[in-house]
Every structure is written in structure tokens, then in C-alpha cells.
């Protein structure tokens, strides 16, 4: 049974598991400081989740809750559950729960696992968005802005709609970019 638990800053024995995952699943460009992570938990349109199988952690989904769509900022399995099924019932549940817009950022398609994983969002429905787009730095003590993929679910039809979801995201989620 794979359950979903929202985490508070309360939560300290989970978190550090969660910070496991997220720091193994994540490199120091793609990922803020897990501090700030656990400090977003204030935000109402923040939500850190647990995934749960059979009550052990075994990932971890970072949401942004915006008025028009959800932008899943982090989704990881940890590495020895990958590969059984479980990111698939997550995406699924995600999808069957959430009625707006889903939107990502995935990493260029440069090597087999970058690939794989668009691969993965796409099988869900998802498309890739045409317009180039740029991820900020999530910090400016050293981290760099990568050229990243928006990935969205239902695709995203017009360019109008598209630089409004990368405003919001750069101005919400990498809020002292812009």
C-alpha cells in the first residue's frame, strides 16, 4: 500500500530521510539548500510529501500549489525502490487527484537516464514545451542557471500561456530571481 504523508516542520526523523533522497536523487544545481526546503513548509502553496510503501519512506514530491496549474518542483523514488512501479502509481494518483495543469522541468535530453526519464513523463501524457527555457540558480552562492525543458500536462498551447507559467515559477519558486 503506497500512502502519501505532508510534512511539517514538525516531522524531524522523516525529514532526514527525505533529505537522503533528495540529495541522492538531485544535483546542487537542480536543488536548493534542504534547510530552505524545510523552511518553504511555511508557504501555503508549498507542500513536501512523503511517499510511503508499506510505512517506510521511500520518496519524497515537492509541490507548488498556483491558481492555474501545480508545479512539481521535486519527485524522486529512492534508488533501491526505483524500477517496480511505484513513480508510476504516484504520477498516476497525481493525475487522477489534480484537475488544473501539471507542469515540470526535466534536463535536456543529453544521456540515457535524461532520456529515459522524459520518456517516463511522457507515457503519463505529458509534453514537452517548444519555447526554451531556462532554470535559475536556486541560490546565489555559486549555483549555476541550467537550459532545462518545461514539460506540461495537458500540453501547453500557446506561447501566452506558456511565458505566464515561466514567470509565475521564476518569480514564485525561484523567487529572488526576478
Request: glycine share 2%.
Amino acid at each position: 500500500m503506497i500512502d502519501f504523508q505532508e510534512l511539517t516542520p514538525s516531522d524531524k526523523l522523516i525529514l532526514k530521510k527525505i533529505k537522503k533522497i533528495y540529495e541522492n536523487s538531485f544535483p546542487p544545481d537542480e536543488r536548493r539548500l534542504f534547510k530552505k526546503v524545510v523552511n518553504l513548509l511555511n508557504d501555503t502553496r508549498f507542500s513536501l510529501s512523503a511517499i510511503k510503501f508499506e510505512n517506510e519512506v521511500v520518496g519524497m514530491l515537492s509541490l507548488w500549489d498556483f491558481t492555474s496549474f501545480v508545479y512539481i518542483e521535486h519527485f524522486a523514488i529512492s534508488e533501491e525502490f526505483r524500477n517496480n512501479g511505484l513513480g508510476s502509481y504516484v504520477l498516476k494518483k497525481l493525475i487522477q487527484d489534480e484537475n488544473r495543469q501539471i507542469v515540470l522541468e526535466v534536463e535536456l535530453p543529453e544521456d540515457v537516464f535524461s532520456l529515459k526519464r522524459i520518456k517516463f513523463y511522457e507515457r503519463f501524457g505529458f509534453y514537452i514545451c517548444r519555447e526554451s527555457y531556462i532554470q535559475p540558480p536556486y541560490d546565489d552562492r555559486g549555483k549555476e542557471a541550467l537550459p532545462m525543458l518545461i514539460m506540461a500536462k495537458p500540453e501547453i498551447d500557446s506561447s501566452f500561456i506558456f511565458e505566464d507559467i515561466r514567470k509565475t515559477i521564476h518569480q514564485k519558486v525561484y523567487f529572488f530571481f526576478e
